[in-house]
T-cell receptor
């Protein structure tokens, strides 16, 4: 089946720093989604990308749909303590509606 | 919020007992999904539904069954629970009538199941 490689697995940063994480695949995806999960809660959708090359922002978050359709990245600018959590990428390929998830990036922000 | 609730939120049961988890949505989304989340494996799809009484298997469906008798409810049943089914279970929905959001999945708060 399709697989997503998400990196890095974890990050430890200082408050105010910028963060970048990415997902790559050997398969083409038509949709890329980025989620954040806080402890004890379900994943929350942050950004959805539908076109190759698309760059979309949501506050301090910016995500891009790679031009090859096989990758996507998420940037967080000027990190704050509440950015702590696990960030997941997810891709949708073909005509089905089943997402393939990356294994997540654990972000820790030191105040 | 996408109007998704899961019940129970926590459950401890014994090996061999049947368990049913419920997902309820108030958004009239067409598609519903059950995932399990385990350390080192991320989110894995168990079963999904693409309409009332229409369901199909995901990548880790062995030992699980589902039913969807109405749009708003999707039930996940473990006929005879095993310790390997100890996990956090998430329901998700998608298929809004809003343009451009068909593929976006929204997750419930999760059910933490422990099988002793």
């Amino acid at each position: 089946g399709q697989q997503l490689n998400q990196s890095p697995q974890s990050m430890f940063i200082q408050e105010g720093e910028d963060v970048s994480m990415n997902c790559t695949s050997s398969s083409i995806f038509n949709t890329w989604l980025w989620y954040k999960q806080d402890p004890g809660e379900g994943p929350v959708l942050l950004i959805a990308l539908y076109k190759a090359g698309e760059l979309t922002s949501n506050g301090r978050l910016t995500a891009q749909f790679g031009i090859t359709r096989k990758d996507s990245f998420l940037n967080i600018s000027a990190s704050i303590p509440s950015d702590v959590g696990i960030y997941f990428c997810a891709g949708l390929g073909g005509s089905n509606y089943k997402l393939t998830f990356g294994k997540g990036t654990l972000l820790t922000v030191n105040p | 919020d996408a109007g998704i609730t899961q019940s129970p939120r926590h459950k401890v049961t014994e090996t061999g007992t049947p368990v049913t988890l419920r997902c309820h949505q108030t958004e009239n989304h067409r598609y519903m999904y059950w995932y399990r989340q385990d350390p080192g494996h991320g989110l894995r799809l168990i079963h999904y539904s693409y309409g009332v009484k229409d369901t199909d298997k995901g990548e880790v469906s062995d030992g699980y069954s589902v039913s969807r008798s109405k749009t708003e409810d999707f039930l996940l049943t473990l006929e005879s629970a095993t310790s390997s089914q100890t996990s956090v279970y998430f329901c998700a929905i998608s298929g809004s009538e809003l343009a451009g959001s068909h593929n976006e999945q929204f997750f419930g708060p999760g059910t933490r199941l422990t099988v002793l």
